[in-house]
């Protein structure tokens, strides 16, 4: 009979959490959520798995199969125009999210969250941090538990937390100076605050000026003058981080917009050409991350034509003479890349050092061949 009484017990602890595919593109993880429209049927979309995101995000596409309606005016924010919005009921896998009273909006004009991912939308900090998450990106699945569910597993990280976004800032150790950084999913490559890649790369490190690969997220100026570097070392206690890929921002990006926005200060974020290395696991009311290394790191992410797109993709600064600013990519190898996501066409664009890239562009009106050297960049 004990055993009985328990089961309906067990049943209801195993139904609380939920493990599902997590979908890896360019370095950033994303998960199919169900979401309920007005219709009371179920509508799947893509969301970016973002600890550093501060709001519930669906594309106007999806919105208007949800029936969803804005219950306020618009308003210009990173490239976009957002309307708030309430949020609907949701599932991922058999779990129902616990999405009441989270920051809500819809994407106006848009039928894909950015030009870096083919993404219907963006799960945010703020709804992470109602869970202990794990987030194994070698083992490709995703899980959501409840708070204080679950056993952790691997180097244990002190993780102070904003409540009222969720943003995880951890403190990595370069060259026995101790700095703060926010662990951020939603961003495909480690970013820095430029004056301190300046000012730490000065001791000979491999450069390159301009975004490219996965560091490549968003294109135009700030990302064509980018520098890239690659850090030799980061640790926090025994765990050693080494050959670090990340790419600057601007000064003043994270010393003054996003710092203040976390606990304590940060210099920079560490993203997923970092995390894609690790099981990782945010225990949010624990204060605490963990990360249990399971794959290899990609010593050779940086094996790529030196361009840097922007969406279409249409190239907005290139160290390849065959290439021109404002060239608009149509085919590399053969394969179409127009309206495809900046991370599905870098990753076209890696190769070998040596390896040549045949692609077709538009150039002022007229379809031309080149030639493109994967080279490494650094």
């Not at 030196?306 to 608009?328: E, F, N, Y």
Request: no cysteine; hydrophobic share 40%.
């Amino acid at each position: 009979m004990l055993r009985l009484a328990v089961l309906p017990l067990l049943i209801r602890a195993l139904a609380a959490q939920t493990t599902v595919p997590l979908i890896v593109e360019g370095n950033v993880p994303m998960i199919d959520v169900d979401l309920t429209g007005a219709d009371g049927k179920m509508h799947r979309g893509r969301f970016v798995l973002d600890s550093g995101g501060g709001a519930f995000i669906v594309t106007e596409r999806l919105a208007k199969d949800l029936g969803m309606k804005p219950t306020g005016p618009a308003r210009p924010e990173d490239g976009g125009s957002y309307a708030p919005t309430l949020a609907p009921a949701g599932r991922v896998g058999g779990m129902s999210l616990n999405l009441r009273g989270v920051r809500s909006a819809i994407l106006m004009g848009e039928d894909r969250f950015d030009a870096r991912d083919a993404a219907d939308g963006l799960f945010p900090g703020q709804l992470l941090e109602r869970y202990h998450v794990v987030f194994d990106y070698p083992g490709r699945k995703f899980t959501l538990a409840p708070p204080g569910s679950m056993q952790p597993r691997g180097t244990a990280i002190a993780a102070r937390l904003r409540s009222d976004n969720g943003f995880p800032r951890i403190e990595l150790s370069l060259g026995g100076r101790v700095f703060g950084f926010l662990l951020d999913t939603g961003a495909s490559y480690t970013m820095i605050s430029r004056v301190k890649l300046e000012e730490w790369s000065a001791a000979g490190w491999p450069r390159h000026t301009g975004a490219s690969g996965f560091a490549n997220m968003v294109g135009g100026r700030m990302e064509n003058e980018a520098l890239m570097t690659r850090i030799p070392e980061l640790r926090t206690g025994e765990l050693v981080l080494e050959g670090v890929g990340a790419v600057s921002r601007p000064d003043g990006t994270f010393e003054k917009w996003m710092s203040g926005m976390m606990p304590a200060p940060i210099v920079g974020s560490i993203a997923g050409n970092v995390l894609r290395n690790f099981r990782v696991e945010i225990d949010y009311k624990g204060g605490m991350v963990y990360l249990e290394r399971t794959g290899s790191a990609d010593v050779n992410d940086m094996d790529t034509v030196a361009v840097t797109l922007r969406g279409g993709p249409v190239i907005s600064a290139s160290a390849d003479p065959q290439l021109h600013t404002g060239d608009k990519l149509i085919t590399v190898d053969g394969v179409p890349v127009v309206g495809k996501s900046l991370s599905q066409v870098n990753e076209l664009l890696r190769g070998k050092p040596g390896d040549k890239k045949k692609l077709e562009v538009e150039r002022e009106g007229k379809k031309v061949e080149v030639e493109a050297a994967v080279t490494r960049l650094m």
